[in-house]
C-alpha cells in the first residue's frame, strides 16, 4: 500500500545556461582545456575542446539557472519561474500550470522562500545536480539557503531522489528520466524540438519561454514517476 502523507510536497528541477568560454578567466579556461591540450589528434582535441565548453552548463560556476519548475503535490498545481527582465505571467488552466518571468536572482529567493515551508522535495537526479547547482549558485549570488536539503543520503524523509531510489542508489543502472517515462507508460518531457540537451540553443535563439514550457513538463513527469516509486517501491 501507498505511503500516504499529509505533509507538502514539492517537486522541482532547474534549466541551466553556461557561459562563454571566453568569458572566464585564461586560468580558468587552461583547467577546463587541461585534458584537450594533452590531445596530439587535432580532431580529438577539437571535440575534446568543444565538449568543455557544452558542459559549462552543468557547473554553477559557469552556469547560471534559467528556468525552476515546481509541482505542488497536494495542490496538484505547477509553477514555473523563467529568466527575464520584466515581470511577466501567464497559466494554462487545463494544465493548471502558471508561468512567471523573473531576474535569476529573484527566482533562487522565491525557490528558497517555498522549501522553507516544504517538508520533503522530489528530484530526479537532484542530489547530483539540480541541489548542489542551488546551493552553490545561491552563495554566488550572496543568498542563504532556507534548508540544506544535501542531508543523509540514504534517507527519504525531506529529499526522494528518484534516480537515486529506481536506481537502488547505483546498484542497477542509471538511465535518464527519459527512458523511465518509457518504459512506466508516463508521457516524456523530451521532443524532437525540445530536450534537456537543446536548452542552450534555445536560450541562444531567445525562445526562454519554450525552455519554461519544457520545464514544467519535466516536473509533471517527474510527478508521475514519483507516483510509481510511492505505490509500488515505497516500503
Same mark, same amino acid.
Given at each position: 500500500?501507498?505511503?500516504?502523507?499529509?505533509?507538502?510536497?514539492?517537486?522541482?528541477?532547474?534549466?541551466?545556461?553556461?557561459?562563454?568560454?571566453?568569458?572566464?578567466?585564461?586560468?580558468?579556461?587552461?583547467?577546463?582545456?587541461?585534458?584537450?591540450?594533452?590531445?596530439?589528434?587535432?580532431?580529438?582535441?577539437?571535440?575534446?575542446?568543444?565538449?568543455?565548453?557544452?558542459?559549462?552548463?552543468?557547473?554553477?560556476?559557469?552556469?547560471?539557472?534559467?528556468?525552476?519548475?515546481?509541482?505542488?503535490?497536494?495542490?496538484?498545481?505547477?509553477?514555473?519561474?523563467?529568466?527575464?527582465?520584466?515581470? $511577466?505571467?501567464?497559466?494554462? &488552466?487545463? *494544465? +493548471?500550470?502558471?508561468?512567471? %518571468?523573473?531576474?535569476? !536572482?529573484?527566482? /533562487?529567493?522565491?525557490?528558497?522562500?517555498?522549501?522553507?515551508?516544504?517538508?520533503?522535495?522530489?528530484?530526479?537526479?537532484?542530489?547530483?545536480?539540480?541541489?548542489?547547482?542551488?546551493?552553490?549558485?545561491?552563495?554566488?549570488?550572496?543568498?542563504?539557503?532556507?534548508?540544506?536539503?544535501?542531508?543523509?543520503?540514504?534517507?527519504?524523509?525531506?529529499?526522494?531522489?528518484?534516480?537515486?531510489?529506481?536506481?537502488?542508489?547505483?546498484?542497477?543502472?542509471?538511465?535518464?528520466?527519459?527512458?523511465?517515462?518509457?518504459?512506466?507508460?508516463?508521457?516524456?518531457?523530451?521532443?524532437? $524540438?525540445?530536450?534537456?540537451? &537543446?536548452? *542552450? +540553443?534555445?536560450?541562444?535563439? %531567445?525562445?526562454?519561454? !519554450?525552455?519554461? /514550457?519544457?520545464?514544467?513538463?519535466?516536473?509533471?513527469?517527474?510527478?508521475?514517476?514519483?507516483?510509481?516509486?510511492?505505490?509500488?517501491?515505497?516500503?
Amino acid at each position: 500500500m501507498a505511503k500516504q502523507s499529509k505533509t507538502r510536497q514539492i517537486v522541482f528541477d532547474i534549466e541551466t545556461y553556461g557561459c562563454k568560454l571566453t568569458e572566464l578567466a585564461e586560468s580558468q579556461q587552461e583547467y577546463l582545456l587541461r585534458e584537450a591540450e594533452k590531445e596530439k589528434d587535432e580532431q580529438l582535441k577539437a571535440q575534446k575542446t568543444l565538449d568543455a565548453e557544452r558542459f559549462l552548463s552543468l557547473y554553477p560556476l559557469t552556469a547560471k539557472v534559467v528556468a525552476i519548475g515546481i509541482y505542488d503535490v497536494n495542490k496538484e498545481k505547477s509553477y514555473v519561474y523563467f529568466e527575464s527582465d520584466k515581470e $511577466e505571467e501567464w497559466s494554462v &488552466e487545463e *494544465k +493548471n500550470i502558471s508561468y512567471k %518571468g523573473l531576474s535569476e !536572482e529573484e527566482m /533562487i529567493k522565491s525557490f528558497w522562500r517555498i522549501i522553507e515551508v516544504t517538508d520533503q522535495v522530489i528530484t530526479f537526479n537532484g542530489r547530483n545536480f539540480d541541489i548542489p547547482f542551488m546551493m552553490i549558485r545561491s552563495a554566488m549570488l550572496g543568498i542563504k539557503p532556507s534548508k540544506n536539503l544535501m542531508g543523509y543520503r540514504y534517507e527519504t524523509k525531506q529529499h526522494v531522489d528518484l534516480l537515486e531510489q529506481f536506481s537502488f542508489y547505483g546498484v542497477t543502472k542509471r538511465f535518464n528520466l527519459d527512458f523511465y517515462c518509457h518504459a512506466f507508460g508516463i508521457k516524456s518531457p523530451k521532443t524532437k $524540438e525540445v530536450s534537456g540537451m &537543446e536548452v *542552450k +540553443n534555445l536560450y541562444e535563439a %531567445g525562445k526562454i519561454k !519554450e525552455i519554461a /514550457i519544457y520545464c514544467g513538463d519535466d516536473i509533471y513527469a517527474t510527478y508521475r514517476l514519483f507516483k510509481i516509486w510511492n505505490d509500488y517501491l515505497n516500503l
